[in-house]
């Protein structure tokens, strides 16, 4: 069985490899590359797997699950300018793809020990964008 | 990993079979084959699948696919009586099922060209003829 939480963050971003010229950073990235930054109202689906338990009758709390995706993610990251404020977005360009695989990252290790798994990570880079991620294993399917 | 990118476009159509009487017609297809037409905002999903890139960090150039979009349904089926203006409808119905299909065959044909490397691979496709009706395609 599959539980979905979803949440809401809104952040800035710029798209571009200090190693590359402007000119290549805007072919990759377009607009994206615009070097002050602009911003998205991220939406995230964080979706859970696993049987309930036969006591709670839950498979996991999903008031832990809300508070989880707060503290790991939406506190670091809300109203932030991801390059300058969220590692590693220092030094690793903050797609969507590579915003999603943070989060992945920073949730999956609460979910290891427990009854329920991290099955998929779906994020909203604007209403007609998204990414879905489900893990390194994951390269193709 | 997955990239999604949805598009729309708005397009008329007419369920109807020279196979069937107007009677069966009628029966098969209900108001959908009325004899002029009608038309749906359809909201077409594309998926890409691949590895994150290491250089750009992305799964897919979104402009590069945005274009064969464009250039391979939006620009034939926006503003079109599918049945008139299409050429793959003069021999099949535009059940959104054939639909989804000629999407997929026009994708197909021209993904390598449009991304040579081994990745991203089309993974999917879904549209949306109206709120309550969705129909799905993985290759």
Redesign the interface.
């Known amino acids: 069985m599959l539980i979905t939480r979803r949440a809401e963050f809104s952040a800035s971003h710029v798209?571009a490899?200090p190693a590359l010229s402007p000119e290549q950073n805007r072919l990759?990235?377009?607009p994206a590359a615009n070097p002050s930054g602009h911003g998205h109202n991220y939406v995230l689906e964080v979706t859970l797997e696993g049987e309930p338990d036969p006591a709670t009758g839950m498979i996991f709390d999903l008031k832990k699950l809300k508070d989880l995706i707060q503290q790991t993610i939406i506190d670091p990251m809300d109203h932030r300018f991801l390059n300058y404020e969220v590692p590693p977005f220092d030094k690793?360009?903050?797609?969507?793809?590579?915003v999603?695989?943070e989060i992945w990252k920073r949730l999956e290790p609460h979910f290891e020990a427990g009854c329920a798994r991290l099955n998929n990570i779906r994020l909203y880079e604007t209403?007609?964008?998204?990414?879905?991620?489900a893990g390194a294993a994951?390269?193709?399917? | 990993m997955r990239v999604t990118k949805r598009y729309r476009f708005a397009a008329s159509h007419r369920l109807h079979s020279a196979n069937f009487s107007e009677q069966e017609n009628r029966e098969l297809y209900g108001k959908c084959s009325n004899p002029y037409g009608h038309g749906h905002d359809y909201v077409l999903d594309v998926t890409a699948v691949g590895p994150i890139d290491a250089v750009t960090g992305q799964v897919v150039h979104v402009p590069t696919l945005d274009r064969l979009v464009s250039e391979e349904v939006l620009q034939d089926f926006d503003h079109r009586y599918l049945n008139a203006d299409i050429g793959e409808f003069q021999a099949a119905i535009p059940t959104s099922e054939n639909i989804i299909r000629v999407i997929e065959d026009r994708l197909a044909a021209r993904w390598r060209a449009a991304f040579p490397s081994e990745w991203p691979r089309l993974d999917g496709i879904r549209l949306r003829e109206t709120k309550r009706n969705v129909f799905e395609l993985r290759p």
């Not at chain 1, 209403?127 to 991620?133: N, Q, W």
């Open positions: 798209c490899q990759i990235y377009g690793v360009v903050p797609t969507a793809e590579n999603a695989a209403e007609d964008l998204y990414v879905d991620y994951e390269v193709g399917r």
